[in-house]
């Protein structure tokens, strides 16, 4: 392969510099950004990432490497694993074993990122039922140390009683928190930076994605991947909900772009929350 395309994101000392600026909240990547890069050469695409300035990730699997070897590469690029996903029939069915692979990368936090239901027809009975899986797993995860969060996908927003199905979800939730994806709150119809000020310490995770405007939106929890753009760019108040994380104690601020521009827009992103959290 030809890393000559690569060497353009390697920013200038300064630049690095500027990102690497110690702040309460920590700037990570959902590395689902770089699934297709990961394709080519996981090692390089690692190193790129480290390049960034980006130290804390997001995981979902280890590219066919062990654990050890997969731990073994992040710690060549100092790169920490801060949260491990566990799908829903994990979580309900073993989660012991998902607590097990946190601990043994050193992550914090173990995130689910789907609920199964028939697309289109998420209701009040698929929500309960999430609530009690999430609510006995969380409560495990609680007590070896680490923290649950559940990450919404826009469906959950459809109207219940005086609010909607992610309300019934969050006032139910006794031992989980969240991992706000702000792209998708608003896919959903719901304002991500109004439910920040509601909620700030149900939120030690953010993802940040922005949407380009004009992009319709969607309550089954599926949309256009090309409509990630650049943060603070789209139509997402992607600025306020950086500002109100910083004041609320938000942990970790994860970019995840989807598109097909993810390794040329993700460094601008970067860039973007350092500028809004040095203000």
Same mark, same amino acid.
């Given at each position: 392969?030809?890393?000559?395309?690569?060497?353009?994101?390697?920013?200038?000392?300064?630049?690095?510099?500027?990102?690497?600026?110690?702040?309460?909240?920590?700037?990570?990547?959902?590395?689902?950004?770089?699934?297709?890069?990961?394709?080519?050469?996981?090692?390089?695409?690692?190193?790129?990432?480290?390049?960034?300035?980006?130290?804390?990730?997001?995981?979902?699997? /280890?590219?066919?490497?062990?654990?050890? *070897?997969? *731990?073994?590469?992040?710690?060549?690029?100092?790169?920490?694993?801060?949260?491990?996903? #566990?799908?829903?029939?994990?979580?309900?069915?073993?989660?012991?074993?998902?607590?097990?692979?946190?601990?043994?990368?050193?992550a914090?936090y173990?995130? /689910?990122?789907?609920?199964?239901?028939?697309?289109?027809?998420?209701?009040?009975?698929?929500?309960?039922?999430?609530?009690?899986v999430?609510?006995?797993? #969380?409560?495990?995860?609680?007590?070896?140390?680490?923290?649950?969060?559940?990450?919404?996908h826009?469906?959950?927003?459809?109207?219940?009683?005086?609010?909607?199905?992610?309300?019934?979800i969050?006032?139910?939730?006794?031992?989980?928190?969240?991992?706000?994806?702000?792209?998708?709150?608003?896919?959903?119809?719901?304002?991500?930076?109004?439910?920040? *000020?509601?909620?700030?310490?149900?939120f030690?995770?953010?993802?940040?994605?922005?949407?380009?405007? #004009? /992009?319709?939106?969607?309550?089954?929890?599926?949309?256009?991947?090309?409509?990630?753009?650049?943060?603070?760019?789209?139509?997402?108040?992607?600025?306020?909900?950086?500002?109100?994380?910083?004041?609320?104690? /938000?942990?970790?601020?994860?970019?995840?772009?989807?598109?097909?521009?993810?390794?040329?827009?993700?460094?601008?992103?970067?860039?973007?929350?350092?500028n809004?959290?040095?203000?």
């Amino acid at each position: 392969m030809n890393f000559s395309a690569i060497k353009i994101f390697v920013f200038p000392v300064f630049f690095l510099m500027l990102l690497t600026t110690v702040q309460a909240q920590e700037i990570g990547l959902q590395l689902y950004s770089l699934r297709e890069q990961m394709k080519v050469d996981v090692d390089q695409y690692h190193k790129i990432i480290n390049q960034w300035g980006i130290k804390y990730i997001e995981g979902g699997n /280890t590219y066919g490497m062990s654990d050890r *070897k997969y *731990k073994q590469l992040l710690d060549k690029y100092d790169l920490q694993l801060i949260s491990v996903g #566990g799908s829903f029939e994990e979580m309900r069915d073993n989660p012991q074993a998902v607590i097990e692979k946190a601990k043994f990368f050193g992550a914090k936090y173990i995130v /689910t990122f789907w609920i199964p239901h028939t697309s289109g027809n998420f209701g009040e009975e698929n929500a309960r039922a999430a609530v009690e899986v999430f609510n006995r797993a #969380g409560k495990l995860v609680k007590d070896a140390g680490l923290t649950f969060c559940y990450h919404p996908h826009g469906y959950e927003f459809q109207r219940y009683g005086q609010g909607t199905l992610f309300d019934l979800i969050m006032e139910s939730a006794e031992h989980f928190d969240f991992e706000m994806d702000v792209f998708w709150v608003k896919m959903g119809g719901a304002d991500p930076l109004a439910i920040l *000020k509601a909620h700030p310490e149900k939120f030690p995770l953010l993802h940040l994605k922005d949407r380009k405007r #004009g /992009t319709p939106g969607s309550d089954d929890g599926t949309g256009d991947v090309e409509s990630n753009v650049v943060l603070g760019n789209g139509d997402i108040n992607v600025a306020g909900i950086i500002r109100e994380a910083r004041d609320a104690g /938000t942990e970790f601020l994860i970019i995840e772009d989807e598109s097909s521009r993810s390794v040329a827009q993700i460094p601008q992103s970067v860039y973007f929350i350092q500028n809004e959290l040095n203000r």
